[in-house]
């Protein structure tokens, strides 16, 4: 049987929807059917600008978009604050879902969008696209080794990148009204996600976040960290900000192992990406050296992360529509984690850096 | 004028000794003159296992080494518990002293050494080895550099490694008694010190704990870490374990560039080490991968770091006995602030992780 070609529908214009667009292009079993614009003359630039197929078809409201019948799935790159709205009417309308990062504003929110996703039968994955990349695949074969890795200790994770003038003054990330979680739902979410797929999602007991968060005037975190706790004593801390040098990296300790990388969320390079593993690392003699020092891994990947993320994506929809299957619910699992994570982290800082209990 | 030829005693036969016996024997300023244990018989096998020059004297005991008028310095790698009593012993008998880490048990202790050493005018210094690799130096440049690397914002830090069943249940940093700050005191100052050593010394302001350190049954510290903040909103994390697979790292990170590397306290290699740095980087148009991606920065050593150390020490002690000069107090006001530190997150602990002033 020939693999059923998934049809992506766009609504709204935004920055990342250039990116996705490339990616829904070339992921080979996705096609760019549609993109929706508050105006006719916006999607319709939007579309020509981003190489869209020529039969693409170009709407002038969201409704519109929703309305069509040969979409499958609805790409939601909107402002945080507008996903609840649209999500659920994209699934009310029996659309899968591919939403963006971080997926709400909290995890309430969240909750909504998932109710009305599996009334409907609708599949939903939040758009965090290393999570796609066949390096992440390969770095937790690692984490998952007893021998090469044993237990998961200590996770650091971290994403900075500096904004300029008219990023902090502009963007709708640094908006309270639109993406209201600011630098910790942006960078945070990679950063929080990072640490809950290394632990294979067992979420914390505890988040503590640290002091000395840095806000706009508008109230919106432009950088903060955290450090999350588990039962069996495992300890990780995250750091986000918008206000320094562009930086992402994990760094995962076990018991006999470390896993580090610098380009986790962004790889340097879309074909080939790598990390650094190191197992049984131990000193010579006089310790004056290593033995079994770290070793550079690189893995070839055939299309772009984003677009490993389109084709699966369309994979799980098209199992749902040819098959008959059910929704995979572990996407959307992995998304209200990330979630809740962020929502603690929100919290310990608005009551005074104390210790948030994690309640899934 | 020749090179002033320093010699060097050593009072005890540590493990940690064997390294710096190579490192006086390879440093070129630097005679390794005598060996003390409190029995002749260890010293003297010592001395024959690294290499000791044919004249070097043993010594039945340290009191005697200390008597020894051709000695200009004493290295003591005694255990921590023991400094205090030895440090103050040498510098009343006028020898200038490289003393191990982490200095003493406490700052209390150490300005009691300070002070003899000053009213001495004896040069006193850390064994900090990796504060004198050359690439130490280019890092610094890295750092100091207001286009490269802007203004320094945050800081992680970690060293990490899994003692082995003998190490956790023998090891003189494993015992209250001997070294009292377990992997804080060993790990910990490593990790400590470069924070400081990253901000300028520039001393934060609080220091607080992070939930969930490990203790022995004796009640030393096993793993540990902390945030240390300072007034003008730099963060920084530390984190030092006993349980977890050798990792060491320090990550800087600037407003225009990001400093790492993974081998800061013992180098994978002692003739050549690396560092990474990026300076302005950013993503391509489509955030589909970097410009300006991390580069990689080699630098040689002439002579291990050790060695590189004792040449140091060798050359400030030559200055003070050929030259008249005064001791560099750089050095110990260093180990100082590295001492408050620690004091200050074991103080965090012990108060439920309450943030710590520091009050220099």
Chains 1, 2 share one sequence.
Not at 58 to 82: N, R
Request: hydrophobic share 45%.
């Amino acid at each position: 049987m020939a693999e059923a070609i998934i049809h992506f529908g766009i609504i709204g214009c935004a920055e990342i929807a250039r990116k996705v667009s490339r990616a829904i292009i070339l992921a080979p079993n996705a096609h760019l059917a549609a993109v929706a614009s508050r105006s006719v003359e916006k999607a319709a630039a939007f579309a020509k600008d981003n190489n869209f197929p020529s039969d693409a078809k170009i709407h002038g409201s969201y409704e519109s978009l929703l309305d069509d019948p040969e979409i499958d799935v609805v790409y939601v790159p909107l402002p945080t604050s507008l996903h609840v709205k649209w999500a659920c009417l994209a699934a009310q309308k029996k659309k899968h879902i591919l939403l963006e990062k971080p997926v709400a504003l909290n995890v309430g929110e969240f909750d909504k969008i998932v109710e009305v996703c599996e009334a409907n039968g609708v599949q939903l994955m939040d758009g965090t696209m290393w999570m796609h990349n066949p390096r992440t695949e390969k770095m937790k074969e690692l984490l998952t080794d007893k021998e090469r890795f044993g237990e998961i200790r200590t996770i650091h994770s971290c994403f900075t990148f500096a904004g300029d003038e008219n990023f902090l003054k502009n963007d709708i990330r640094v908006k309270p009204d639109l993406d209201g979680l600011g630098a910790l739902g942006d960078a945070g979410w990679y950063a929080t996600r990072a640490i809950l797929w290394a632990t294979d999602y067992e979420l914390p007991n505890t988040v503590i976040a640290l002091h000395g968060p840095i806000f706009n005037e508008a109230g919106v975190i432009l950088a903060c960290g955290a450090s999350l706790h588990w039962d069996d004593g495992k300890i990780a801390t995250i750091h986000c900000s918008f206000l320094t040098h562009l930086t992402m990296y994990i760094t995962a300790i076990g018991t006999n192992g470390t896993l580090h990388l610098d380009d986790f969320v962004i790889p340097f390079n879309e074909k080939e990406s790598s990390f650094t593993a190191s197992s049984k690392s131990w000193f010579n003699e006089l310790v004056t050296g290593w033995t079994h020092s770290p070793s550079q891994h690189i893995v070839a990947s055939e299309i772009p992360q984003e677009a490993c993320m389109v084709r699966e994506f369309a994979r799980l929809v098209a199992s749902i529509k040819v098959n008959g299957a059910k929704p995979d619910q572990s996407w959307p699992i992995r998304s209200r984690k990330t979630q809740l994570l962020l929502d603690a982290v929100k919290e310990s800082i608005e009551k005074g850096f104390e210790p948030v209990k994690i309640v899934n």
